[in-house]
């Protein structure tokens, strides 16, 4: 059974910085492309950071320079260190896992982001 878990959301100030993971089993994790999306109220889920099976890593422009993404093969997991938050971060993140190769896409439940003093 696949399973991919989101945890480390929470409220925090303007300028503050959180820590997001995502711990995936029951897939050959290796072999997936992992992505971080997220989704505002009343806004289209949209992508903001994903790193390919062989580490290449793209970001959205809104969030370059301020969210750092990575995965660690070995423990099956993905992070977003997102610093400096604004307001506009304030959304549900959710983790994907997605493989052309297996024709698998998965999806966590997500993660509340809110950015408000």
């Known amino acids: 059974q696949v399973q991919v878990v989101e945890s480390g959301g929470g409220l925090v100030q303007p300028g503050g910085s959180l820590r997001l993971s995502c711990a995936v089993s029951g897939i050959i994790f290796d072999s997936f492309r992992m992505g971080w999306y997220r989704q505002a109220p009343g806004k289209q889920r949209e992508l903001v950071a994903q790193?390919?099976?062989?580490?290449?890593?793209t970001y959205a422009d809104s969030v370059k320079g301020r969210f750092t993404a990575s995965r660690d093969n070995a423990k099956n997991t993905v992070l977003l260190q997102m610093n400096s938050l604004k307001p506009e971060d304030t959304a549900v993140y959710y983790c994907?896992?997605?493989?052309?190769?297996?024709?698998?896409?998965?999806w966590g439940q997500g993660t509340q982001v809110t950015v408000s003093s």
């Open positions: 994907n896992a997605y493989s052309l190769g297996f024709g698998r896409n998965y």
């Open positions: 790193i390919t099976s062989g580490g290449s890593i």
